[in-house]
């Protein structure tokens, strides 16, 4: 399991400027890192990976534009590919591919 951070919000009358939600969004990033932590999970660093390109995000400030969706994508194919070299290999139960625990 890979924990992955929420990305910023950006204001509507100024991509250029972070929403007051943000600071919402990095009080829950916080805390989940220090749940990731806890349980020794990885994160997905995707907020730090769009918060200093605005020209990512659309109009409306929370969505992301072709350019921000295919740096996001990148980026969670590159943390899936390294956490799946470390470890077990990925078993899939339907649709939902978990990481058997590794031996100890």
Same mark, same amino acid.
């Given at each position: ?67 921000? #969706?295919?740096?996001?994508?990148? #980026? ?29």
């Amino acid at each position: 399991m890979i924990l992955a951070n929420t990305t910023p919000v950006r204001r509507k009358d100024d991509i250029s400027t972070f929403a007051s939600e943000t600071d919402r969004v990095r009080e829950r990033n916080r805390l989940a890192r220090g749940i990731a932590a806890t349980h020794k999970m990885p994160v997905n660093d995707l907020f730090g990976c769009v918060a200093d390109h605005p020209e990512y995000f659309t109009e409306d400030g929370v969505h992301f534009n072709l350019e921000g #969706q295919r740096v996001l994508g990148k #980026q969670v194919a590159r943390i899936v590919l390294k956490e799946g070299k470390r470890g077990a290999e990925p078993t899939f139960a339907g649709d939902v591919a978990t990481r058997a625990a590794p031996e100890t």
